[in-house]
């Protein structure tokens, strides 16, 4: 493999078709299966739960024909593996002191690494699994070898360690899953970041459904990778059906999910991101205190294999990554997901005005632009929440000398539409006073240029509220506060920031959902403003109109020169830098790579890391910005709060950021 690793591994969940004690046809159709994930790159292979010979096939286990036949087609399963980069983890029934176990077996280049029992057998209702096979539970540090085709081979728990690719992973078998402390729990509290699960699952009303819950909620609780491989249609239908349900999830979300009741061989792939697991392990204390406590319940033994196949950038990848990470991609959730936003700043905002005392106002600047329109519509419901009249917002435009026509309409229809108490304050006189005072030349239009007419406004807005006994609203995103687009003391200051945690992308979506949902259609408000058709209209045009600060003038035909995303990027990249950074803790050419391939046709790569490198200098840079930025609600998963999710040296390096992918 010559290209860099990405910390994930293909695995292939696989039902395949089978013949009931037919072992030679079995394993020559796990054989083909097995091929079929090999060409797709897959690092590991599950088969179901005793795949060599049919789950159902009864009392025929205690023929020794059938046992000495499995033995045959294993052999020959071994040796086809030995040109196989995939690892196979197969189902078998084995023999140790005068019993016999259902095991599973992880087969890899040509040998068997180990075997693992499986602990708890059902033996109610339809299942009689007890009647053959006994209970891995009862060797548990006493038998810890097994001899499988004529070599002494790990037995029992086992953790799989791959020390090239630093992960381990560990094997459950069926209703192992279903118990209240699983095996595989256990394991992964002993560091396995992925559980295999060969299952031979029966098909009842609602138990699909039931059973898609159990391995969402246990790769969700232990934080990892599940994959998931049962038993299909051609297994006895005597009393029972099989349909074959394949499942592949990671820490709560299903990356894959099989057709039921196929009547061929079925192979799902999935690629799981154990670097990402990795970190979020990292940081979940309670897994670290759970694994103290409980990481030595029963035996475990580590087998180091050898390094699997995993993915590197030569590689395609099979997950798809949003291109905003930050917006519900199911359009059926929208209207919660809105709500329950809303509801977050609202909340926020009205216990700071109860705090406050019953007469405190909100003091917003109002530019026409996207957060802005976002901060006053947040006031708007709170206080309609509150019982308070729209007129206790006093939303103020304060032109300068980049504002446009068409931002200064939008600002005054909102405000205007919305109630608010309405207030036109410029700033040109002020600030060309301030330039006098600093002997600043007002033709240089630099920082200082830019910088004094957001401090200006800042300042109007902190008076007006001080006269008036209100509190500054702020307006920043949470993707400014990542790159540092704001003036320190100037917009980068309010008394409370009902934006702080919403990122740019998620801004404009917000916005998008007001027009739509709450301005029209069958759940539109009619008392949200005095025309809501109207507001409709100013939402859509300032949804339409560029990202600026509007601090340089405007262009001779009097439209916005300055665009923020010509200056730092687009957001949608940032946004998506952010996410993956922050949430996940990608590694910067991993993250190159992913979001490269993500924007494929947008952005070419070299566009794409230009802009990477951007915002890792910014990133760093801008932190004493972050440092001492205002109160504002958590919203989401990735927040910058110094007093809650991020705190960061002011003075860190990006260097070792930036020579990870060559800049």
């Known amino acids: 493999m010559s290209g860099k690793k990405l910390g994930m591994l293909r695995v292939a969940a696989v039902t395949p078709k089978i013949r009931l004690a037919d072992t030679k046809y079995n394993a020559c159709e796990i054989l083909r299966c097995a091929r079929k994930a090999e060409d797709a790159n897959a690092g590991v292979v599950l088969f179901p739960e005793l795949c060599l010979t049919g789950y159902t096939c009864g009392d025929l286990f205690y023929q020794e024909e059938l046992y000495r036949s499995q033995l045959d087609a294993l052999t020959e399963i071994v040796a086809e593996s030995r040109v196989l980069k995939a690892a196979l983890i197969v189902g078998a029934f084995l023999r140790a002191e005068n019993h016999l176990y259902n095991c599973a077996l992880l087969i890899q280049q040509g040998r068997i690494a180990g075997v693992v029992p499986k602990l708890f057998l059902p033996n109610s209702g339809e299942f009689y699994e007890a009647r053959w096979f006994a209970s891995g539970a009862g060797l548990t540090g006493r038998v810890t070898r097994i001899s499988v085709l004529g070599e002494e081979l790990p037995f029992g728990s086992l953790l799989f360690r791959d020390d090239d690719a630093e992960f381990s992973f ?52 232990n934080i990892c990778g599940y994959v998931y491989a049962s038993a299909g249609v051609h297994e006895s239908t005597t009393d029972l059906v099989f349909g074959g349900h394949d499942i592949i999830a990671e820490n709560g979300v299903l990356i894959a999910e099989g057709e039921r009741f196929g009547r061929e061989s079925a192979v799902l792939f999935g690629d799981i991101d154990y670097e990402k697991l990795n970190f979020e392990r990292a940081g979940t204390k309670a897994l670290a205190e759970c694994s103290e406590l409980f990481a030595g319940c029963g035996a475990r033994e580590t087998v180091h294999v050898r390094p699997l196949r995993v993915l590197t950038e030569d590689d395609a990848l099979m997950r798809a990554y949003p291109k905003t990470p930050f917006v519900p991609a199911d359009s059926g959730a929208i209207d919660a997901r809105c709500n329950e936003i809303f509801s977050i700043q609202t909340a926020g905002l009205a216990r700071r005005l109860e705090y406050a005392g019953s007469a405190a106002k909100t003091v917003v600047g109002v530019s026409g632009g996207l957060d802005s329109a976002l901060a006053l519509l ?49 700033i040109r006189d002020s600030v060309m006073k301030h330039f006098g005072d600093i002997g600043h030349d007002p033709n240089v239009h630099d920082h200082t240029y830019e910088n004094a007419q957001a401090r200006e406004r800042t300042q109007i807005l902190m008076d007006v509220a001080n006269r008036e006994g209100g509190l500054v609203v702020g ?76 601090l340089l003038p405007p262009d001779e035909e009097g439209r916005i020169a300055q665009k923020t995303e010509d200056v730092v990027g687009p957001y949608i990249l940032h946004d998506f830098f952010l996410y993956y950074t922050m949430r996940f803790g990608m590694r910067p ?19 794409v890391k230009r802009w990477l490198a951007v915002f890792y200098k910014r990133f ?9 930025m205002p109160d504002g609600p958590k919203v989401g998963t990735v927040n910058l709060s110094p007093r809650g999710d991020w705190r960061m040296p002011s003075d860190a390096s990006a260097r070792v950021w930036l020579a990870n992918i060559d800049v």
Request: glycine residues 8%; contains cysteine.
């Open 589 to 607: 050419v991993k993250l190159l790579e992913i979001a490269s391939r993500t924007f494929d046709g947008d952005y070419d790569r070299e566009t």
């Open 475 to 550: 307006t920043g995103d949470l993707s400014e506060a990542a790159l540092g687009w704001a003036t320190y003391n100037g917009d980068h200051m309010s008394m409370y920031n009902v934006n702080a945690g919403i990122p740019k992308t998620l801004v404009r979506f917000v916005i998008a959902w007001v027009a739509e949902h709450r301005l029209a259609g069958n759940s539109k408000d009619t008392n949200f403003s005095s025309d809501d058709a109207r507001l409709k209209d100013a939402l859509e045009r300032i949804l339409d109109t560029p990202i600026s600060p509007e």
């Open 378 to 426: 947040v006031c708007s419901e709170t206080l309609k929440m509150l019982n308070r009249p729209a007129s206790d917002i006093i939303a103020v435009t304060m032109p300068g000398f980049g504002t446009t026509g068409g931002t200064y309409s939008n600002a005054a229809a909102l405000a205007n539409l919305l109630g608010a108490d309405f207030r036109e304050i410029p």
């Open 620 to 628: 760093f840079s801008q932190q004493f910005k972050r440092s001492c």
């Open 170 to 221: 560990g094997i459950e078998l069926c209703e192992d899953m279903w118990t209240p402390v699983s095996p595989g729990a256990v394991l992964s509290l002993n560091g396995a970041s992925v559980l295999f699960n060969p299952s031979a699952s029966n098909e009842v009303v609602g138990k699909a459904d039931f059973r898609r819950g159990l391995v969402l909620n246990e790769s969700a609780k």
